[in-house]
């Protein structure tokens, strides 16, 4: 589950960010026959990238490439201090551009200028450089920050999880705003490196390798640092800081396995390892049906006991709460947050309204790991769940392919999405199919995605018009009649996965 700010809370109230200074002047240049024609004056960047569910995240005018996000974590009280570094290229010529930010900044600097800095509506950071910034332009943006992230506050609501011994930075749509300053949509994304300083004897989990061991600072305090070298979206880039037994391995082809299971776990945390150290194989297995795994590590973190109520799939590494282990082992949710890496991850939406593309696909994915560990073919699974929710249930109102901000996670989503996944595998076959889904995830590799996108491609690989299908699974109220046994007036049998992969969906629902 992950917490969702709907539009209304999130609303951006815009101030002098994102409006032309009125009587601001054109810029007057010389043609090489001696008369002027007149260039548009810089102008602030957009203060959102028009998403339809959230139009004021990410901002416009710049692209990053990379972010070094540097920090300092004291647990006993919550404070955090930190230095981003953000390079990124001007897309446009700019008067001023934002950040997605929330904690209080010291200061900021553009190309070693000290910038003026103010704030707009909810979470906005503007920026007005000491010099005009030119299109095509390189950036190097650094911003001086403190704050208490558990008392900094959207709604009433932190993305910033305080534990007793440390905290999760771990949330979707929004997680950077709360510890590091960002252009935070899935239509940017970046490389990391994350460092952060904490006392001895308290660990610090985050994306991608170590590239080096953690190293010992004055003051009784350890530095650890991470790096990612794939494309990550803001908000897939966390922090697990605790006390945590971390496990490193490496796979059959050499690549990094790193775990870490908080020491709150208790008599939890033996389902725990029972279900995370699987996670190679998993990864191994959804290779073979997805391509080959588009990241530099792989690994999972069994989060606190007082910590996160959800999982997410974090890049290179899911978050996953206890709760997923109270009833022993669970490789359904390894599965599903794994898909991710693929779906939701590698390819991003390129609109939070296509968010069935991750979510349908990874619990289709829990499907087909049901089918290869004999407890319920894809089929069974369809038709239990299409039973499972009446004509008349509000489930088959939702529809996967426009939620809405405030749906973004329903059942339908997951299942329903599940299921037209499976209507277009009944309908392509499978050799098809299996075709569809390793084309999507290299043709899009560290890019996005949207539903007419993937449409097209099927419908290219197939050869067949799949329109009908897509209207009547993600885009029409009601319950789509089918054939066979999910219509018969007996019930089908519940599949042996179906319990466990209930549980887990009532879990990651709950964002």
Known sequence: MRRVLTAATAALTLTTAGTMIAGAPAHAAPTAWGRPTVTAAPQPGAPGLGDSYFPDYGNGGYDVGHYDVRLRYEPATDRLTGTTTILATATQDLSSFNLDFLLDVESV???????????AGVHELVVTPARTITRGQQLTIVVRYAGVPSETLVGGYTGWTRT????????????????????????????????????????????????????????????????????????LAFLAIGQYDIVTDTTPGGQPVIN??????????????????????????????????????????????????????????????????????????VAHENAHQWFGDSVSVADWRHIWLNEGFASYAEWLWSEEQGEGTAQELFDFTYGNYPADDEFWQVLPGDPGAARMFDDAVYDRGAMALHQLRLAVGDDAFFAILPAWTTANRYGNGTTAQFQALAEDISGLDLDELFTTWLFTAGRPDVAGAARTATAPAEPKSWAKIRESHELLSQR
């Open 109 to 119: 600097r553009v190309n070693g200028w000290e910038a003026g800095t103010s704030t």
């Open 164 to 235: 007793a011994d440390g905290a999760l930075a771990v949330n979707e749509p929004e997680s950077a705003w709360w510890w590091f300053p960002s252009n935070d949509h899935p239509l940017d994304k970046a490389t990391f490196d994350i460092s952060v300083s904490v006392p001895n004897g308290v660990e610090v989990i985050s994306n991608g390798v170590q590239p080096r061991p953690p190293l010992a600072e004055a003051g009784n305090r350890t530095r650890w640092g991470w790096r990612t070298t794939s494309p990550t979206i803001t908000s």
């Open 260 to 333: 870490a299971y908080s020491t709150s776990l208790g008599a939890l945390g033996p389902a725990a390892r029972a279900s995370i150290e699987r996670t190679a194989e998993i990864i191994d297995w959804e290779s073979g049906i997805f391509g080959p795994y588009p990241f530099e590590a792989q690994g999972g973190v069994a989060g606190p006991v007082d910590g996160i109520g959800f999982a997410l799939e974090t890049q290179t590494r899911p978050v996953y709460s206890p709760s997923f282990w109270r009833r022993g082992a669970n490789t359904y949710v």
